[in-house]
């Protein structure tokens, strides 16, 4: 079993950051691909980032590349999202998820444990 905490969210304004973290409990931790999901109001989640077990290869969706920066401390157990040059469009419900394929993935349903989120919201 797998179980995953958020934490980091909050309101800022456009231009700020804010780094989002998800303490992942489990004896595999660091064999488990890794990914950020948002979701905002009447829209479907989607995705954020995702990373390899090693930290080695990471995905950053288009809407969020060169400002978000996926990271994981596996000695910690901590997955990271570190959000810079925050927009009003990326105030959403913030979701870190585990999947068991062996590389990351975009798609939601190759995921098996997802955490239960940490709201972000970005004002103009």
């Known amino acids: 079993q797998v179980q995953l905490v958020e934490s980091g969210g909050g309101l800022v304004q456009a231009g700020d950051s804010l780094r989002l973290s998800c303490a992942v409990s489990g004896r595999t931790f660091s064999t488990y691909p890794l990914g950020w999901f948002r979701q905002a109001p009447g829209k479907e989640r989607e995705f954020v980032a995702a990373?390899?077990?090693?930290?080695?290869?990471?995905e950053h969706a288009d809407s969020v590349k060169g400002r978000f920066t996926i990271s994981r401390d596996n000695a910690k157990n901590t997955l990271y999202l570190q959000m810079n040059s925050l927009k009003p469009e990326d105030t959403a419900v913030y979701y870190c998820a585990a999947t068991r394929t062996a590389s990351p993935s975009p798609r939601m349903r190759d995921y098996a444990y997802w955490g239960q989120g940490t709201q972000v919201t970005v004002s103009s």
């Open positions: 990373i390899s077990w090693s930290g080695s290869v990471r």
